[in-house]
């Protein structure tokens, strides 16, 4: 008998202790709410500054349809001769804005193109002729990013640098160029 009260008693400490809990639970959550309702509201955020309007600069961007386009482009025009290439094109910032490795292009040009496509439109002006300027000016070949080799061309609309076009994989440079420049005319307006 002393044993089946101590199994009552025990049963009822189980009860009356969750009770006990789910009461201090219940209290907690009330006093949340209530201290978040107490909290003051943020003030709002500071009005953003206007600038002037000679303090700022817009630019024109290539598509990422027509990147598409001159990247395909290149690449069919590589294809029709034979030649595996990768193909590259980046933006004004030197941002890339699409690259292709075409089957069986070697694993160095997919890279290299990206470096072509960069070189050609921060200096605007194709790879090939940059070559030549390192016979003046040898320490251009250090500025991370960039490759001077024959491949990369650059894309302008009116004579400002609009983006870059490189290609690398074929056995020289030329044929590289040529493709890049298969890209650029399936985009251009003639001119």
């Given at each position: 008998m002393q044993q089946h009260k101590a199994r009552m008693f025990s049963t009822r400490a189980r009860v009356v202790a969750s009770a006990a809990a789910v009461a201090?639970?219940?209290?907690?959550?009330?006093?949340?709410?209530s201290a978040a309702a107490d909290?003051?509201?943020?003030?709002?955020?500071?009005?953003?500054?206007?600038?002037?309007?000679?303090?700022?600069t817009t630019s024109d961007h290539l598509t990422a349809e027509a990147a598409a386009q001159a990247a395909?482009?290149?690449?069919?025009?590589?294809?029709?001769?034979?030649?595996?290439?990768?193909?590259?094109?980046?933006?004004r910032n030197g941002n890339t804005l699409v690259t292709l490795r075409g089957d069986g292009a070697g694993p160095?040009?997919?890279?290299?193109?990206?470096?072509?496509?960069?070189?050609a439109v921060s200096w605007n002006a194709p790879t090939s002729q940059l070559v030549e300027r390192l016979k003046t000016a040898p320490t251009?070949?250090?500025?991370?990013?960039?490759?001077?080799?024959?491949?990369?061309?650059?894309?302008?609309?009116g004579n400002a640098p609009l983006a870059g076009v490189g290609v690398a994989g074929a056995p020289s440079g030329d044929l590289d160029e040529k493709?890049?420049?298969?890209?650029?005319?399936?985009?251009?307006?003639?001119?």
């Open positions: 201090a639970v219940g209290a907690g959550a009330v006093g949340a709410v909290t003051p509201p943020a003030p709002p955020a500071a009005p953003v500054a206007a600038v002037k309007t000679k303090a700022t395909q482009a290149a690449l069919k025009a590589a294809g029709k001769e034979g030649q595996r290439v990768s193909v590259a094109v980046v933006d160095q040009s997919y890279e290299s193109a990206v470096k072509k496509a960069y070189t251009l070949k250090d500025i991370p990013g960039t490759l001077f080799l024959a491949g990369g061309a650059p894309v302008a609309y493709f890049a420049r298969a890209g650029i005319a399936a985009i251009s307006d003639g001119r």
